[in-house]
């Protein structure tokens, strides 16, 4: 199972970006994921997520301007508006995903960089 992110760029403050995550695999049920994000001498830290047994839940930081979706076609969405310099991190996608191999353990997908400018 691979986790493929995409989406990140450049952005004015108060400027939108769309991040998503494609989950590919051959046979695999996503128990839940989420965007994580990492900023320059911070640690990893939890933006969004969203699936089965666990509801969705937002960063107090993001709510109100970011927003979690999935569609049919395993792929996850964070559509974040009205972006601010601290918005500013490499953004992962994970999830805890379910394979008939290795059960369900979590899996993380490479960054995609978002810069919002000031």
């Known amino acids: 199972v691979q986790l493929q992110a995409s989406g990140g760029g450049l952005v004015q403050a108060g400027g939108s970006l769309r991040l998503s995550c494609d989950v590919s695999?051959?046979?695999?049920?996503?128990?839940?994921i989420g965007w994580y994000r990492q900023a320059p001498g911070k640690e990893r830290e939890m933006v969004a997520k969203?699936?089965?047994?666990?509801?969705t839940h937002y960063a107090d930081s993001v709510k109100g301007r970011f927003t979690i979706s999935e569609d049919n076609k395993d792929s996850v969405y964070l559509q974040m508006n009205n972006l601010k310099p601290d918005d500013t991190a490499v953004y992962y996608c994970?999830?805890?995903?379910?394979?008939?191999?290795?059960?369900?353990?979590?899996?993380w997908g490479q960054g995609t960089l978002v810069t919002v400018s000031s």
């Open positions: 994970s999830g805890n995903i379910w394979t008939p191999s290795q059960g369900s353990i979590d899996r």
């Open positions: 969203t699936g089965r047994g666990v509801g």
């Open positions: 695999g051959v046979r695999f049920v996503i128990n839940n």
